[in-house]
């Protein structure tokens, strides 16, 4: 099991009075003591045009990041393909593993938040197709090739990229599943998977199933190079007793989960009653992560400093 820290970058204009310029800040902050501290890699989501998250750019915060660390790996989770040219994400972020002394992990997605999409005027319809070229265009492009593609929105005529990542043959790329029958498709493709528990199973029952789904449809079973790797994000913070834990993350939990756009609200006992989000204690985070670990989850993406949690806490709690 490897231990990641992952922030969506939430911010509270109208409620705190910290600063986007202060956030930044505090997440660079976070990387540099996860990064003393010894975890894995820190992830950081793209989202657009609303104080969902407020890091559009993932590629930018996490360059700044790699100057400040020297061992944990940098991730997006996820960069969003079908709002931008897959030229510009294969060059932007083959500039960041070559910064970062080879350190990236690409998460990439497909968008599922109706203003993002219509900011970037794709028609939910098309996002799918839109996601499937672009990944192609970059893989291509990553493997050192020239390019010719004719598609249904990108077309390209003997394009060879002149930066490619410093990793060989390419950095680790990850996809995001939301949806629980998107998760043996991802697998079949023999890549990587990301999933939120909380915003896509009721019980860790339904997490348990989906993760034996993935591993079910892997199709590599006899090769140690391509280990299966099946990834969550889970809300955690940990305290000196699950009380002081509880304490100091009810508050922020709640922002958090009031103000997550088109999410079914869900009462932060339920969440901990099936541990789908980790609340306590030290020791009570190494039973959660031995479950996690025993349903087939490879890594754990630990959400710190949601819902504007105070950055003593956070540090406190990695």
């Not at 031995?290 to 003593?312: I, K, N, S």
Request: net charge negative; charged share 20%.
């Amino acid at each position: 099991m490897r231990f990641s820290i992952f922030s969506v970058a939430d911010h509270y204009p109208d409620e705190l009075p910290r600063t986007l310029d202060q956030l930044y800040g505090e997440l660079i902050d976070q990387a540099v003591a996860a990064d003393a501290l010894g975890f894995h890699a820190f992830w950081v989501a793209e989202h657009h045009f609303h104080p969902y998250g407020a890091v559009p750019r993932p590629a930018l915060l996490l360059t700044a990041i790699a100057q400040r660390t020297r061992r944990i790996r940098l991730g997006s989770a996820v960069c969003v393909l079908p709002f931008d040219h897959p030229v510009r994400t294969a060059e932007d972020y083959a500039m960041l593993d070559l910064l970062s002394a080879g350190r990236l992990e690409l998460g990439v997605g497909s968008g599922y938040l109706a203003h993002e999409l219509a900011g970037f005027s794709v028609p939910g319809a098309e996002k799918r197709e839109r996601f499937d070229e672009a990944l192609h265009i970059l893989r291509a492009l990553w493997r050192g090739e020239r390019v010719h593609y004719n598609g249904k929105f990108h077309q390209l005529n003997d394009l060879q990229l002149n930066v490619r990542p410093l990793q060989t043959p390419a950095p680790p790329l990850w996809i995001a599943g939301l949806r629980r029958d998107t998760i043996p498709h991802i697998a079949a493709q023999g890549t990587p998977a990301l999933l939120i528990p909380y915003a896509t199973f009721d019980t860790f029952d339904q997490l348990q199933a989906a993760a034996a789904q993935f591993h079910a449809h892997w199709p590599h079973p006899s090769n140690p190079a391509m280990t299966p790797r099946l990834a969550c994000g889970l809300h955690t913070h940990c305290g000196d007793s699950p009380a002081q834990a509880l304490a100091e993350a009810d508050g922020p939990m709640a922002r958090y989960v009031r103000t997550r756009l088109y999410a079914r609200q869900r009462p932060l006992a339920e969440l901990m009653a099936h541990d789908l989000v980790a609340i306590t204690d030290g020791e009570t985070l190494r039973r959660i992560a031995d479950r996690y670990a025993d349903a087939g989850l490879t890594d754990l993406l630990l959400f710190v400093g949601f819902g504007g949690m105070p950055q003593r806490d956070v540090l406190r709690s990695l």
